[in-house]
């Protein structure tokens, strides 16, 4: 039985354009599970890690707009907690109705999930992962200027507000990840990348305003669990080289020697495919026989299968 660590990206939580109500990510989710369903049919032992870019965002847009002094504003560590048990009901709600009409006798669980990051990370100083709605330039620079945030044009598609995204060093909750999975549950865990959190000289956690990218807590989950396989899931089929320029490239299986070379070149946008391919890249190295794939929610068991995908290997 080989062990996936899937990372959902959010094409399979929330369609683009469409207006982000509970009905319609729960339906989104729904549709995701179907998906996985096929490759928890076929035996794989599999962990769900999912993005949380545009339900944190806007629940820190809920919060200021409620903020009052009877309802203060929560910090940003408390709203990536609320939108891991938001998406995390979602996918487990709609994984156990799939399972319960396939007539698997299995059950989803989700682990609100710490990840441990550096208090001296750079990343704190150069925010780059972006949360929440798309705006236009003007719209962005409107609200840069009345509430200092940062926004960056992300891939083409409009502005988004950007956060420090701190590299994942530890999943506080490992263990008890690793024990539900070795009792046969589907475990829905580091959501959103994990709540941002520092360990002070005490041994205490505290958590800290950022958004850790979710692919490279996948990727860390993965290594951490012993993962054979971790597969991150987007809105293309295979990464490519020259994005969107007439001598587009996809790529099929490369060696993560030929991806550090392609990051190197900027291949890959920072805050969108650029990590996903850092991730794999950390991944398939990290041990003989592991490899990464990177492929859209359709084409995942396809992918698995060897029929698709970018997949990426050590020598």
């Known amino acids: 039985m080989k062990r996936v660590v899937i990372a959902l990206g959010g094409n399979a939580l929330q369609k683009e354009n469409e ?13 995701t599970a179907e998906q996985l369903l096929d490759i928890i049919k076929a035996g794989y032992e599999i962990m769900v890690v999912h993005g949380n870019g545009p339900q944190v965002g806007n629940l820190v847009l ?47 669980a989700t682990v609100i999930s710490q990840v441990v990051v550096d208090p001296d990370d750079p990343a704190f100083d150069h925010p780059t992962k972006p949360i929440g709605p798309f705006y236009t330039e003007s719209e962005a620079r409107k609200i840069m200027r009345e509430k200092n945030h940062v926004f960056k044009e992300d891939a083409g598609r ?86 969107r320029q007439p001598n587009q490239t996809d790529l099929g299986t490369v060696t993560t020697e ?14 969108s495919m650029l990590p996903k391919v850092q991730a794999a890249v950390k991944f398939a190295e990290s041990k003989t026989g592991r490899t990464a794939i990177i492929t859209s929610l359709e084409k995942a068991y396809a992918a698995l299968l060897g029929e698709g995908g970018t997949r990426i290997f050590a020598r």
């Open 19 to 31: 207006l982000a109500t509970a009905e319609s990510q729960q339906k989104v989710c729904e549709e």
């Open 62 to 108: 809920q919060q200021h707009a409620a903020n009052t002094a009877k309802t203060p504003a929560m910090p940003l560590d408390t709203c990536d907690a609320m939108s891991q048990g938001m998406i995390g009901y979602w996918l487990q709600r709609s994984i156990d109705k799939s399972l319960v009409k396939a007539g698997i006798r299995k059950e989803a």
């Open 158 to 243: 409009g502005w988004r507000r950007v956060v420090p995204s701190p590299i994942p060093i530890d999943i506080v909750e490992k263990e008890v990840i690793r024990d539900l999975v070795h009792d046969g549950y589907i475990v829905i865990g580091v959501g959103g990348g994990g709540i941002p959190v520092i360990r002070r000289e005490d041994g205490t956690l505290e958590g800290v305003e950022a958004v850790i990218d979710k692919d490279l807590a996948a990727e860390k989950l993965a290594e951490q669990l012993d993962a054979d396989i971790l597969l991150i899931l987007t809105a293309v089929e295979k990464v490519s080289i020259h994005f």
């Open 258 to 271: 030929q991806m550090k070379q392609y990051i190197q070149e900027g291949h890959f946008a920072p805050g």
